[in-house]
Nanobody
Framework: QIQLVESGGGSVQAGGSLRLSCAAS????????VGWFRQAPGKERESVAA????????YFADSVKGRFTISRDNTKNTLYLQMNSLKPEDTAVYYC?????????????WGQGTLVTVSS
């Protein structure tokens, strides 16, 4: 089964930027829709952004539209999340995930997560 490893989390001040990466273990990465989810303390995990297998279709949560960009490089088996204009409410553990419908976003494969902390 494909494995996913996130990197790029950290601490940043409000208004700053971070870029998350997710490296997949297998070339079958290009077969999957993939995306980013996050879970803030005391809250349920939510879908943030997703991209289909070819990169031709994307989804963004309303809360991040215009600030976050999702992209993928199938030649490197890597998914990215560019986060700009970060807000304290973006603080969460961010998870990379794979194998879901873009319309449904219930993944079967998860990474271990990377923490993003945004201070005011």
């Amino acid at each position: 089964q494909i494995q996913l490893v996130e990197s790029g989390g950290g601490s940043v001040q409000a208004g700053g930027s971070l870029r998350l990466s997710c490296a997949a273990s297998e070339n079958t990465f290009s077969d999957y829709n993939v995306g980013w989810f996050r879970q803030a303390p005391g809250k349920e995990r939510e879908s943030v952004a997703a991209i289909n297998w070819s990169g031709s279709r994307t989804y963004f949560a309303d809360s991040v539209k215009g600030r976050f960009t999702i992209s993928r490089d199938n030649t490197k088996n890597t998914l990215y999340l560019q986060m700009n204009s970060l807000k304290p409410e973006d603080t969460a553990v961010y998870y990379c995930a794979a194998d879901f419908l873009l319309s449904d976003r219930r993944p079967t494969v998860w990474g271990q997560g990377t923490l993003v902390t945004v201070s005011s």
